[in-house]
């Protein structure tokens, strides 16, 4: 059985930073793309970063470039979505997924297993 577990969100003023983590089990995830996705209130959920199998490939999407990071930790079986420079608008459910593709994915329909989700919240 697949399980993601996402932690490290929180309410943080804007131009401030956030971490978030995935604790995954029960796949071999360092076979395994993984990605992270984001849903606003009254939005339909965005793709915002994903990371290849080994961690050489990453992909993010536009309105997140050189503010986010992801990375991973192949021996924790743990991706990491580094935040910075915040806003407002980057407020939303943040979900870790994985997907049986080498990655990285920037597709989210492409991914199988999804966490349950971490609020982060951005203050004006």
């Known amino acids: 059985q697949v399980q993601l577990l996402e932690s490290g969100g929180g309410l943080v003023q804007a131009g401030g930073s956030l971490r978030l983590s995935c604790s995954a089990s029960?796949?071999?995830?360092?076979?395994?793309?993984m990605g992270w996705s984001r849903q606003a209130p009254g939005k339909e959920g965005e793709f915002v970063a994903a990371?290849?199998?080994?961690?050489?490939?990453?992909d993010d999407a536009e309105d997140v470039k050189g503010r986010f990071t992801i990375s991973r930790d192949n021996a924790k079986d743990t991706p990491y979505l580094q935040m910075n420079s915040l806003k407002p608008e980057d407020t939303a459910v943040y979900y870790c997924?994985?997907?049986?593709?080498?990655?990285?994915?920037?597709?989210?329909?492409?991914?199988?297993?999804w966490g349950q989700g971490t609020q982060v919240t951005v203050s004006s």
């Open positions: 029960g796949r071999i995830f360092s076979n395994s793309g």
């Open positions: 990371i290849s199998w080994s961690g050489g490939g990453t």
């Open positions: 997924a994985t997907t049986p593709y080498h990655g990285p994915v920037g597709v989210d329909r492409w991914y199988d297993y």
